[in-house]
């Protein structure tokens, strides 16, 4: 069942894709409710594009979309990335709309831009109040795409100088959230004068995000 949800959502949002170009993907942007910086990060996801297109031969749209969590469109894109440095608020409207689109075969990556998480977890229990964040195993295929990552997320900002840690909601034996803790991935997707970070930080901080879009691609299948 969940195979034959992937396929047809992926096939409305390559029909849709078609429709407005000749790109196959188009990613987009989560707005939410709650006073929390949706924002940030303005040119992460641009960049992270035009890596994957540049490196793994993928055929994204390189205009980012934004859609608000409780919009039908969001429907429209495969992959909805999400972050922010402080409040998240999901009405009832919002959350299930949400899960709706998940199940239906939607990916949802979230990064913690330092002082999330205690607002993002209790919003996630609106959307699935069944299931549980884990943590990720270094050997998920998340972590062994087209770039290897042996000891899991890679380490891009200092924030409280923990380790860096991915955690997932699996949901009938799919992975449909992946939520990147104490790592920031999306400022090392950032354009280099935002940060300042080094060149091998950045190509880290891409590759991995690669690796996440190709994952998230190809149906986040855990099990049969």
């Known amino acids: ?37 949706w924002y940030s990060n303005p040119t992460s996801i641009p960049n992270l594009v035009k890596f994957c297109n540049e490196n793994g031969k993928m055929n994204i749209n390189p205009e980012v979309a934004e859609v608000h969590v409780g919009d039908f469109e969001i ?31 939607g990916f949802l990556h979230i ?6 998480d205690k607002f993002i977890r209790p919003q996630l229990k609106k959307v699935f109040p069944n299931l549980d964040l884990i943590e ?22 200092l924030h409280d100088n923990k380790p860096a840690q991915g955690f997932g909601l699996i949901y009938e034996g799919r992975l449909v959230c992946f939520y990147s803790v104490e790592c920031d991935l999306g400022d090392g997707w950032e354009d280099q004068e935002v940060h300042n970070d080094s060149d091998e930080v950045r190509n880290k901080a891409l590759k991995m995000g690669m690796n996440i879009v190709q994952y998230a691609f190809m149906g986040g299948i855990e099990s049969e």
């Open 136 to 157: 990720l195993p270094f050997d998920h295929p998340i972590y062994h795409q087209s770039y290897t990552f042996n000891k899991g997320l890679p380490k891009i900002h």
């Open 111 to 116: 990064d913690d831009n330092y002082g999330m």
């Open 75 to 105: 429907n429209n894109y495969p992959f909805i990335h999400m972050t922010g440095h402080g409040n998240v608020v999901f009405n009832n409207q919002e959350a299930e709309n949400l899960r709706k689109y998940l199940i239906a075969g």
């Open 1 to 37: 069942m969940i195979r034959i949800q992937i396929i047809l959502f992926c096939l409305v949002c390559c029909i849709g894709s078609v429709a407005q170009s000749n790109h196959t993907y188009q990613l987009a942007l989560l707005k939410y409710n709650g006073g929390g910086d």
